[in-house]
C-alpha cells in the first residue's frame, strides 16, 4: 500500500468513532500494536527531541524501504507514533521525504493534543523524515 493509502485507511478508521475518548482509547489500542524497539537502540541518540514523553524511534533499510520501530514511556504518545509509523514504515525514502501529513489535521489529533503533545508531534514527523533523508543519501 502506498502513504497515502495507508492515511486514507487511518482517517476512515478515526471516523467511526463519535468522540474523542474513543479515539484516543483507539490511539491506545494502537500503541499496544506497536513494533517495539530493541532496548539496545533505547538510546539518548534514539530520543525524539521536543516531546514532553520519551519516545524513542529507530531505522533501518530493507530492500530499498525505510523499517521503523519505536517505544514510549507514555501511552497516548505510544499511539501517535504508531499511527505515524503505520503510515510511513516499510516505505521507499523518497515516498516519505514527499509524504503529505495532512491526515493528522483530516482525523483531528493536532486540535486534540495539548501544545507540548502537538509540538512532539511535528517533532516525530520531523525525525522520520529525517531518517527517510539519511537512506536516501544513501541510495543515491
Keep these: 500500500m502506498t502513504i497515502e493509502e495507508i492515511q486514507n485507511e487511518i482517517i476512515d478508521e478515526f471516523s467511526m468513532f463519535d468522540n474523542w475518548e474513543e479515539r484516543y482509547q483507539y490511539m491506545i489500542d494502537l500503541g499496544k500494536t506497536l513494533p517495539l524497539i530493541d532496548d539496545i537502540h533505547k538510546t539518548d541518540d534514539n530520543i525524539i527531541k521536543g516531546c514532553q514523553s520519551k519516545v ?3 531505522a533501518n533499510m530493507n530492500d ?3 523499517a521503523f520501530t519505536a517505544d514510549s514511556d507514555a501511552i497516548i504518545t505510544k499511539g501517535i507514533i504508531a499511527i505515524l509509523i503505520r503510515a510511513f514504515s ?4 523518497t ?3 514527499e509524504a503529505n501529513t495532512d491526515f493528522i489535521d483530516k482525523i483531528g489529533l493536532k486540535e486534540h493534543l495539548s501544545p507540548t503533545r502537538a509540538n512532539g508531534l511535528v517533532s516525530m ?6 531518517y527517510a533523508i539519511a ?3 544513501q541510495l543515491n
Design 90 to 93: 516499510n516505505q521507499h525514502p
Design 125 to 130: 514527523i520531523k525525525q522520520l523524515k529525517m
Design 135 to 137: 537512506y536516501q543519501t
Design 64 to 66: 530499498d524501504k525505510v
Design 56 to 58: 524513542w524511534v529507530h
Design 95 to 97: 515516498a516519505i521525504i
